[in-house]
């Protein structure tokens, strides 16, 4: 009977949790490891390297995939119309496009020279100015709204939103030649514009201080006179982005509903169901009346924070911190385990995030029919039927001029016609018909007839193990045919043995993997400089290291979320009476952070995820449901790496802890840190945002050193939780949908709650341990040993090595320079 | 004893454990605990007293002390114990040393719980026994119902099979499980009682 009992489950688990042993590596002495000069983990020349650079810089930064249709057409970026006071009784309609112009051609002061370099005008803010008066479905605008988008010297595109030239007509689309008053020379033609990864990621304002570093994030255009090169801006985030007012002033708000819209206000075990009864009400109202449900989606978006994203497609306020995006070393591919592999990574992104009409693969008749144990089923928008949900999609859409637009848009969505979900370009993208997909036969019969099925074993090994997680949404990226015809990709897949249509993500995870955070240069960390060495020593000692170990600080595990089962699992659990058995305490202590995003991706980690090893990132079974049923999957985060939390506050993943100080730092770091005794900081970054949004030039900002010591003294996190449990986000209006909705929301009750990573120093604010463990953190950039005012090079200025090189510079890590040839290898013919 | 363990443990993160059973033959007290060797591998160390009635021959005795201590491997979802230990038989008065194997498997996405033991022990000498209990839970807060079945061979007494019904109950960190069944080789009714305290 025990044998019988026992052999599948022996067979089965083979998880492992080992990690890398960095041994004594010294970040004060020695250089991270450099990026390994290859390609989907197979070397390249170093021209080879310099011109896979340059794509993944592209496809970053302009994008491709045709996500322009969905972003022009059916969403209408800078679309949307306002309504102005004229007098008693009277409004009138202003269109936002001709306010962002008018703020363009603003930038340098100088009126009539928008195309003709704009006094090289530059901002990391782009303030769009509103007559007094001004409101948006009723709601007001603020005469300076501050949109947090970035625009490089003598630009005419903010970054991120990327121009797309076309041949079509229409009133949606862009047409710089005909924008008033701002100068001749203007560009011929029309575009349209796709949303790109760089809206995110990218910023000019390096230091996040609310001031442009740089005049631009090209390569090859530094900026004279800056601390930091173009490529600086390309992984720091965009910290005042406000994507709210981004879709809440678009032509088509309900593109955007069920992300950034919901029950404004519902926290606690009701916020799932008051998320159904929202999309519910969403979906009985937009019909008759798109007005009144438009307006009630722009008022969610408005309550997100400056700074956060919510992308948590569930009609509920989870919003989280635009990250920095450091990802060398760095596995799973996202932060709470969801996706292991890089590639897939990006497949999401591009699917779902900058496409919101690549959600249809979540509806009721597609993934709302993957019904889970101890998941809840239905919801949101699997509660959504198919085709209402694609209908709502466009029902504002600009481009939906009559009948006949809008059934092609709904078709399109569908695609039951082209066989590709959501309205990226079908030339370029495929769709994965194998067991756990949740694509409608009549979707993968028209894939099938236009050549767009994939299996998993086309992708060879890696498609073997990563399986149904290579098309969370049932389609997958493949090769783009423009940039295909203009770059080559296919060609240089087969001379360097890649999969083809897997380019495009490989490129671009060799730029992630590229970037180096930019060096902390403050006056506050040159004259902390002394205290950094025994900063590491308190770091170590206080147990810091190890989950944050080595260059890159992180072990790369994923650390359960919580002692609670019922948060870990999606439902309560009894022990066994065996009182040795502790599940998985081997990977550390809980996290207990923000439950939210570990919990929305429970689903995926315990059916569709692959175990991976720590070490390598690389998966040590096959993604499949009966093998995960069999293994015990972590609900939880990955460790967070550590460079460059200098210029990155607020922490945790939620963006959850913040302090800004309310006078000059100065260059004392202990007197600094002891502000907070003084009345001199806010806690919170509600009650920050709330001071920001009043005066946002450059306006109150979460402090690096104040937020990191409140990371770690306890006294200081109970005062920035608390201030997270306070209403401090105005609400603007009253609400159709809920009557009794609060006019004030708390940062925790939109998924901000800063608690957790219960790790704590004993020490005072400004005392010497906390100092001396600030000063190290600040010091976490792209080469810790070279400290500002200080003479010497700890790190060479090597920028990628050959594979061999590699290995000799951090044999700790075999991972990073394991062999990976033939992993992401096309099928044997 | 606490400290012994602790020295026998020898690591830094240790976790102490006192379990009591108590069924129709008798008490059975055990304090043990694991410390980390790796991260899929504890060390175990337990101290057990036995006293009663013999479960298997039906013999009485005083006390029947023994000392084990194992590895505990955490393979994925199948968490095993395995360990080899010795001590006094008082029913026997012959030295004894045993053997176990404890596997535990939980399913996260189910709600069940399997536990087996498997247990051989052997008064030098005089006689060999052999237990199986096994069991499958199925989990709901704070408790869990399931069935249990617990054949077992002595080389000289009957062997037993009791059959029935368990429930076991969470009280914070504790878990109190309770059995009630019908012993099909004895022809009459089996209960036990077990209770699992961290500290």
Known sequence: ???????????????????????????????????????????????????????????????????????????????????????????????????????????????????????????????????????????????????????????????????????????????????????????????????????????????????????????????????????????????????????????????????????????????????????????????????????????????????????????????????????????????????????????????????????????????????????????????????????????????????????????????????????????????????????????KDAARAHGRLREFEYYGKAGESRRSSMALLGYRLGLPPVEDAELGLADAAAEVGLQPEEMVSHTLNLMMDWIEPPANESALLAASADLVAQGAEVFADAGCADCHSGPFFTDNRLIPLSEDAELNFGEPRVASTTGWRTPQRSLGPVIDTQPERAASARKIRRFASAPYDPRTGLPVGKASPLGNLLRAQTVGYRTAPLRHVWASAPYLHDGGVGVASTVDPGTDLSAHLARVSRGQAVHGMGQILAVHEADPTPGLRPDAALSLQALVLEGERERVIAANQTASIPVLGTSAFRTDQPSLVSMASVGVGGKGHDFYLDDVPGGPDVTALVAFLLALDDCVGDLPGRSGDACPDEYAVPADQGLAMCPETPGLYGDLSGWYAPEAP | MIALLIGLAGASELAPYAQIEVDTSGLHVAVAATSVLSPELYLFTGLTWQDGLDPLASQTGVGRPHADVGLVAELGALHVLTAVGAGWDGWESAPFVMGRQHAVVELPPLPLLIENRFQIEASLGQRVDVENRSMVLYRMHPVALGVQVEPAWTSNADPRTPLGARANIEAGPATLGLFAGWDIAQGQPAARFTGVVPF
């Open chain 1, 1 to 443: 009977m025990k044998r019988m009992l026992l052999l599948p489950f022996v067979l089965a688990a083979c998880a492992t949790s080992a990690t890398v042993d960095w041994g004594d590596f010294d970040v004060l002495s020695r250089p991270a490891c450099p990026p390994h000069r290859a390609l989907g983990g197979i070397p390249v020349s170093e021209a080879q390297y310099a011109t896979f650079l340059h794509w993944g810089e592209r496809f970053f930064r302009q994008g491709t995939y045709g996500s322009e249709r969905s972003v022009t057409d059916v969403m209408g970026v800078l679309g949307g119309t306002v309504q102005v006071d004229c007098g008693p009784e009277c409004s009138e309609d202003l269109a936002v496009l001709d306010v962002y112009v008018a703020a363009l051609d603003d930038l340098d002061g100088v009126a009539g020279n928008l195309f003709g370099g704009n006094g090289a005008g530059r901002t990391s803010d782009l303030v769009l100015r509103f007559p007094p008066g001004t409101t948006v479905y009723d709601l007001p605008v603020p005469e300076e709204l501050h949109t947090g988008l970035d625009v490089e010297a003598g630009g005419i595109w903010p970054l991120g939103l990327q121009p797309v030239p076309t041949e079509d007509e229409g009133d949606w689309l862009f047409e710089p030649s005909s924008w008033e008053g701002v100068g001749p020379g203007a560009p011929e033609g029309r575009f349209r514009a796709r949303l790109t990864c760089a809206a995110c990621h990218y910023s000019l304002d390096i230091d996040n201080d609310g001031v442009a570093d740089l005049d631009s994030a090209k390569r090859g255009e530094p900026t004279p006179g800056a601390d930091w090169p173009p490529s600086a801006a390309w992984g720091v985030g965009n910290q005042d982005l406000h994507f709210g007012w981004l879709f809440g002033l678009s032509a088509n708000p309900l593109m955007g509903a069920v992300v950034l819209a919901g029950d404004i206000g519902s926290d606690g075990p009701e916020k799932g169901a008051d998320a159904t009864r929202f999309t519910t009400w969403l979906e009985n109202t937009w019909e008759e009346e798109p007005d009144k449900a438009a307006r009630e989606v722009v008022r969610g978006m408005l309550v997100q924070p400056r700074g956060y994203a919510d992308v948590n497609s569930d009609a509920a306020f989870n919003t989280m911190q635009l990250p920095p995006l450091y990802t060398r070393h760095l596995w799973p591919a996202n932060v709470n385990g969801a996706i292991f592999d890089p590639v897939d990574r990006n497949n999401t992104v591009w699917s779902g995030a900058l496409d919101f009409t690549g959600l249809i693969g979540l509806c009721l008749q597609r993934g709302g029919q993957t019904q889970v144990p101890g998941e809840t089923t239905g919801g949101h928008i699997g509660a959504m039927d198919c085709e209402k949900f694609a209908r709502m999609m466009v029902a504002m859409a600009p481009s939906a001029k009559d009948d006949a637009a809008r059934e092609a848009l709904v078709t399109d969505i569908l695609g039951t016609e082209d066989g590709i979900p959501g309205m990226l370009g079908p030339e370029g993208i495929v769709v994965i018909p194998g067991p756990g997909t949740i694509l409608p036969e009549e979707v």
